[in-house]
Structures are given as structure tokens and as C-alpha cells.
């Protein structure tokens, strides 16, 4: 399957992504509460593209895991802003280099089945989500 691409160039983007997320996951057969956590991930991630890189994109697609190739929803959000200069840092509960909570990308990790970030100062963010299809 090709991967489904919503560009984030704008705050109602985030609304947009966050929607194609949320429909993607009741079709493949994710649960109300599913459905919502992706959707929450989602929008904690484009928000931040937004806020800190301005323009990125969301992928969206199904890919076979290793174990057992078991199916999950992947959700790639990248962008080529400023990068994440101390990531360790970035997942910890309540830092935040604004006046955010700093809960968006460590709760992403905790909604989501498969979390990985990889960000280079001046090169940009890629973060890799997914939630195993039931
Ligand atoms: N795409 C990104 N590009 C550059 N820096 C980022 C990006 N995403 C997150 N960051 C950095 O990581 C920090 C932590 O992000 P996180 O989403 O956890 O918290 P927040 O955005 O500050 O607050 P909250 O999401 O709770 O409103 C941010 O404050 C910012 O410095
Ligand atoms: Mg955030």
C-alpha cells in the first residue's frame, strides 16, 4: 500500500492530519479508544511541526512487523525545521523549550505501541509511531 501523505503547512492542517488518521484507523478496524489515541498522537505531533519547524508532512500506511509480521498502522511525521538539539531531554515529562507542557511526545510514546525519534540539529525531526491492528 502506498503511504497516505497530509502535508502540515498550517495550524488547520493538524485538524486535517488528525482526521485522516482517525478515519484510516476505524477502517482498518481500531476500536473507539484506539481511534482517539491515534488521533491524539497525531495531533500532538503535526502541532509541533507547526510550532517549532513550520512545515513537514504526516505518511500514513500499514506495514508488517517482524515478530509473527504482525500488522500495525505507521504514522511517519517529519520535518526538515531546526531538529531536536538534546532528545533525551525532549521526552521528559514536562520539559518544554516553550511555554508547552512538554507532554506531547512523551505521551505520544505512551498511546502508541512503537515509538522512535530521530532528529538532527539543523537537519530536522522524523518520528515513527505505530499501534499494532487488532
Ligand atoms: N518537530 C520538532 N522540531 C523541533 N523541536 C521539537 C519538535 N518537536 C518537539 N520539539 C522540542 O521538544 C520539546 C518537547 O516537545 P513536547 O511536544 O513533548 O512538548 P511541548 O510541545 O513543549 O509542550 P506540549 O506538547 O505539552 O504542549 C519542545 O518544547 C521542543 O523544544
Ligand atoms: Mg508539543
New binding site residues.
Given amino acids: 500500500m502506498e503511504p497516505e501523505r497530509v502535508p502540515v503547512e498550517a495550524e488547520h492542517h493538524i485538524v486535517t492530519a488528525r482526521q485522516r488518521a482517525r478515519t484510516m484507523a476505524a477502517e482498518l478496524g481500531f476500536g473507539v479508544v484506539d481511534q482517539t489515541q491515534i488521533a491524539a498522537a497525531v495531533s500532538?505531533?503535526t502541532?509541533?511541526?507547526v510550532?517549532?519547524?513550520e512545515a513537514?508532512e504526516v505518511l500514513l500506511s500499514v506495514v508488517e512487523q517482524s515478530p509473527g509480521r504482525v500488522r500495525a498502522l505507521q504514522i511517519v511525521?517529519r520535518?526538515r525545521?531546526?531538529?531536536?538539539q538534546d532528545t533525551d531531554?525532549?521526552?521528559r515529562d514536562g520539559?518544554?523549550?516553550?511555554?508547552?507542557?512538554?507532554?506531547?511526545?512523551?505521551?505520544?510514546q505512551r498511546l502508541m505501541d512503537f515509538f522512535e525519534l530521530n532528529?538532527k540539529a539543523g537537519v530536522?525531526?522524523t518520528?515513527t509511531v505505530r499501534k499494532t491492528i487488532p
Fill in positions: 500532538e505531533l502541532r509541533n511541526i510550532l517549532y519547524a513537514g511525521v520535518d525545521g531546526p531538529g531536536i531531554l525532549a521526552m520539559w518544554s523549550s516553550s511555554e508547552g507542557l512538554g507532554l506531547g511526545l512523551p505521551g505520544t532528529s530536522g525531526t518520528i
